[in-house]
Structure formats: structure tokens, C-alpha cells
């Protein structure tokens, strides 16, 4: 970026009455933010994460700069949108910016974070209401997960002292679970793709269908100690 009105920047050798500034010198942060003891050890970077309204200067000067030194591209670029709170671009002068900090403060950090990675597609743009934040926390971490870990704890420590019991026999119900819960290839393809949203619904299958096996399973109901200690091991596990 050049421009004739500014003092300060680097002449341009063709038209000394322009200077550059900013993204000659801004970009090259990122190279060197990451030198220690003199080597680039973090670079090239696996994913360039930045803004959609940037990404010409991180995907054209940038990637002109890097070439024209010797450096290494980032293997990959990933341009992401912006927040809309009730439909509307977020900005000062609308006075509806939310403030991250704030939010975490007075919700929690994990719970906003969260809601930010699950309520959309990395990417696109995400539209904020607390209204919506509110729901999906009530209902999916608190409802969801926090219910069974509730339960689980709560039946652990009823009848084993808290202890995770050993597994006797398994039934076609345990094991129907079990290759269920085999979602681990699956949720990191999603992480590494930046589909956040993706992997945790993965996730959020298997807390689903966890708590549909304490329905199925009823524990709290069972009799036989071995039993009920093959259900809370495949709970707790």
C-alpha cells in the first residue's frame, strides 16, 4: 500500500512523492515473530488464518514478498468471515460490538468459545444474539453433557465408592455403543479442515447417543452388581 499524503514510510525508487508503509513491513511480523536463536523454526506455517476482507494482501503481496526473499509459502491460506450480531455487521458506530472478554467473564470462557466454534460453519459469517447463546449452552452443554456427567458421576460413587468398576460380559447394546463412540478419525479430519462445527456434532452424536444408552440401560435400576458395574465402565471409560 503507497500513498502521497503521508510523512512517514519508505520512497518509492519510481515516484518519490509516494511512500509505502504498513503491509511491506507488517506482513514480514509474521516471519519474524517466529525466529528464535536466528532460524525461522515455526515457518512455513501449516494454515494462515485471517480476515475476508484481507485476504489480497495475504494471498497476492504477500505470497510476493515471501518469493521474492527465498521464503516458504504458507502451505495453506484460510480467509474466515465476520461476526453480525441480530443480522447486522458488527461496528462501533452501531454500538453492538460484543466484547469477547466481557462475555467470558460473565458466561465462561470454555462456554463462549463454544458457542463461537459450534453455532457455524469457520468461514462464514456468524450471526451473535445472546438469545441463541443462551439456548445452546442450556441445552446442549448443560442438558446434554453436563446431565451425563452428572449421572455418571452420581451412580460411580452410589454404588462403586467412586471407583470405575471392571467389565464382566458385554451385550449387543454395549457394543452397539462402543462402535459408536469410534469417532476419533472422523472428528480430527473435521479439526484439521477447520470444520469445528463439524467435529463437534461429531462429538455431540456420541454424548447424544451415551445418554440414550443410560435410557436403554437403565442402571440406576439394575440388580446385577456385575452389570451395572459393565455399564458404569463403558460410561466412565
Request: charged share 25%.
Amino acid at each position: 500500500r503507497s500513498k502521497k499524503t503521508l510523512s512517514w514510510g519508505i520512497e518509492l525508487p519510481f515516484d518519490t512523492s509516494h511512500v509505502t508503509y504498513v503491509w511491506f513491513d507488517a506482513l514480514f511480523n509474521y516471519v519474524s515473530a517466529l525466529e528464535i536463536n536466528g532460524k525461522e523454526e515455526f515457518w512455513p506455517a501449516d494454515i494462515h488464518v485471517v480476515g475476508k476482507d484481507i485476504m489480497w494482501f495475504h494471498k497476492v503481496y504477500w505470497p510476493a514478498f515471501l518469493m521474492s526473499t527465498g521464503y516458504d509459502l504458507p502451505k495453506r491460506v484460510f480467509a474466515h468471515g465476520w461476526w453480525t450480531v441480530n443480522g447486522e455487521k458488527m461496528g462501533k458506530a452501531l454500538g453492538n460490538v460484543i466484547d469477547p472478554i466481557e462475555v467470558a467473564e460473565k458466561y465462561g470462557a470454555d462456554e463462549f468459545r463454544y458457542f463461537v466454534l459450534s453455532c457455524s460453519t469457520f468461514g462464514d459469517d456468524m450471526d451473535f444474539s445472546y438469545e441463541k447463546f443462551a439456548e445452546k449452552i442450556n441445552n446442549e452443554l448443560n442438558n446434554d453433557f453436563g446431565n451425563l456427567i452428572s449421572r455418571v458421576h452420581a451412580m460411580t460413587t452410589k454404588y462403586f465408592e467412586g471407583m470405575v468398576p471392571k467389565v464382566s460380559e458385554l451385550t449387543s447394546v454395549d457394543i452397539e455403543l462402543l462402535d459408536k463412540l469410534n469417532f476419533y478419525t472422523k472428528f480430527n479430519e473435521n479439526m484439521q479442515e477447520l470444520k469445528f462445527n463439524f467435529a463437534i456434532e461429531t462429538l455431540w452424536n456420541a454424548i447424544r447417543e451415551t445418554n440414550a444408552y443410560i435410557n436403554k440401560t437403565a442402571p440406576y435400576k439394575e440388580s446385577n452388581k456385575e452389570r451395572l458395574g459393565t455399564i458404569l465402565n463403558i460410561l466412565c471409560s
